[in-house]
């Protein structure tokens, strides 16, 4: 449905076309210092128009808190934020209500609702409802840095172009900003670039793969059997709508290993129990470590292409093709990046919360 979380518990609201967007967030204890200029900034990574390489609809996207919160601290009541939406043009969706986008979730959402669902930009389903899962996850950074938690996502790989070193997370926080694609290393940023433009000059577009590392988590977090790391991470990423799949630590390269390889030797450094390797991407059993956690989503080509496509006309039930118009993204993966970094936090915190870290 629309609520995920247990002791910090998030509920969203609200569509692409409508009035706006939002979200209700329980469980932060009453006296929590909140900023929300640190909020804004993560909203501000997410939104359209950074570059030439995301779709320029004119959105703000300027965060209003409406409840629970006095003079910078939460009350203990729900917090509840919203979002404007303010350049809205529905114009040509009415289209797709008869003939359905390849790629979209218009044809299902048809069915299943029986025609009443809000088809405007995509309703439900587009990716502007990713804007909540931003806030939630920016606000339970907050809660998590002051335990030395931190969060560092960038673009690894754009259409064919794919990063072949390993950064690490210093490299990745002074070079993400740098390029509109948020790949940390410059040379590869360039060839990504070059093959987003590519995409959007013929008409077509580019997906990519996003990692994102997560530093500084204590041994034992997460909740097996079925509240594991992995799985509570991937619930909320798969809520990313472009999200299509999702590997932890060496991932699908794993089931070309042996055992050998594969298993991190233990050692210690400093005093403290450590991995020489981080296969695992710092999750066993289901739960943490104390190594960073790794993992990688793949994000799909935007479906909205200029390209025509080949459809079927609901009302006529008879072949039909499609030319998308409005303004789209040719490569969604830059503005993804903050989406799944903070889409990691949420989870994380209501895992710690509940194990009473």
Not at 8 to 13: A, L
Not at 206 to 225: K, R
Request: glycine fraction near 12%.
């Amino acid at each position: 449905m629309n609520s995920f979380g247990k002791d910090y518990r998030t509920t969203i609201f609200g569509s692409s076309h409508g009035s706006g967007v939002g979200c209700v967030i329980e469980g932060v204890p009453a006296g929590t210092s909140l900023n929300l200029e640190a909020i804004q900034g993560e909203l501000d990574r997410r939104r359209p128009g950074q570059s030439a390489l995301t779709t320029q609809r004119k959105e703000g996207d300027r965060l209003e808190m409406q409840e629970g919160m006095l003079e910078d601290r939460a009350t203990g009541s729900p917090l509840v934020f919203w979002v404007k939406n303010r350049d809205v043009d529905s114009s040509s969706y009415e289209t797709y209500r008869r003939i359905p986008r390849p790629g979209h979730a218009d044809y299902p959402a048809r069915m299943k609702y029986a025609g009443y669902n809000d088809y405007r930009g995509g309703g439900q389903f587009s990716g502007r409802m990713t804007i909540p899962l931003v806030i939630s996850g920016a606000l339970a950074r907050q809660i998590l840095s002051k335990g030395g938690i931190e969060f560092y996502a960038h673009a690894v790989q754009v259409g064919s172009v794919r990063l072949e070193e390993t950064l690490s997370v210093e490299e990745i926080r002074a070079g993400v900003e740098s390029s509109p694609v948020r790949c940390a290393e410059p040379e590869t940023a360039r060839s990504m670039v070059q093959e987003v433009e590519a995409a959007r000059k013929a008409g077509d577009s580019v997906g990519g793969v996003i990692e994102c590392i997560v530093t500084g988590l204590p041994v034992g977090v997460g909740e097996p059997f079925y509240d594991s790391v992995e799985s509570e991470i991937s619930h909320l990423c798969f809520a990313v709508p472009a999200v299509k799949g999702i590997e932890f630590g060496s991932g699908f390269a794993a089931a070309g290993m042996r055992g050998s390889e594969h298993n991190d030797p233990y050692a210690i450094s400093e005093g403290r129990v450590i991995t020489e390797t981080n296969n695992a991407g710092g999750i066993q059993g289901g739960l943490t470590n104390g190594m960073p956690v790794v993992f990688r989503v793949a994000i799909k080509p935007t479906s909205s292409i200029t390209k025509l496509q080949k459809s079927v006309d609901l009302d006529e039930m008879e072949p039909a093709e499609l030319r998308v118009t409005g303004r789209h993204d040719p490569c969604i993966v830059p503005r993804a990046v903050p989406v799944i970094e903070n889409a990691a936090a949420a989870p994380l915190l209501d895992l710690m919360i509940r194990a009473g870290f």
